[in-house]
């Protein structure tokens, strides 16, 4: 499986980004795709996750103002981030798992992305 994310970029407080991570490669039918962020200094965290069935979930650091969808023809999962603060500044991850549990610790996944990088300025 390949991940490949795109869209990332510099923004204004209060403004908006797309993320992008197209897939390759799958053999099942069942998977669990979450977004992950990194900013310097600071853990690994997951900020939102879908699964095959379309079941998402958000950190509660994000919700209300990230969501994450799937477009199945294109095998891509969106990650749309509104209301951006300075502390969302960080590279954003996607990840991937064969099965459709999904779980927040980063090990659980198999697959990742090389990353891309968001900036938030004041």
């Known amino acids: 499986v390949q991940l490949v994310e795109s869209g990332g970029g510099s923004a204004q407080t209060g403004g908006s980004l797309r993320l992008s991570c197209a897939a390759s490669?799958?053999?099942?039918?069942?998977?669990?795709l979450v977004w992950f962020r990194q900013a310097p200094g600071k853990e690994r965290e997951g900020v939102a996750l879908?699964?095959?069935?379309?079941?998402?979930t958000y950190a509660d650091s994000v919700q209300g103002r990230f969501t994450i969808s799937k477009d199945s023809a294109k095998n891509t999962v969106y990650l749309q981030m509104n209301s951006l603060k300075p502390e969302d500044t960080a590279m954003y991850y996607c990840?991937?798992?064969?099965?459709?549990?999904?779980?927040?610790?980063?090990?659980?996944?198999?697959?990742w992305g090389q990353g891309t990088q968001v900036t938030v300025s004041s």
């Open positions: 879908i699964n095959s069935d379309s079941s998402t």
């Open positions: 490669g799958y053999t099942s039918s069942s998977y669990c």
């Open positions: 990840a991937s798992r064969s099965r459709d549990l999904c779980r927040w610790e980063s090990w659980w996944y198999d697959y």
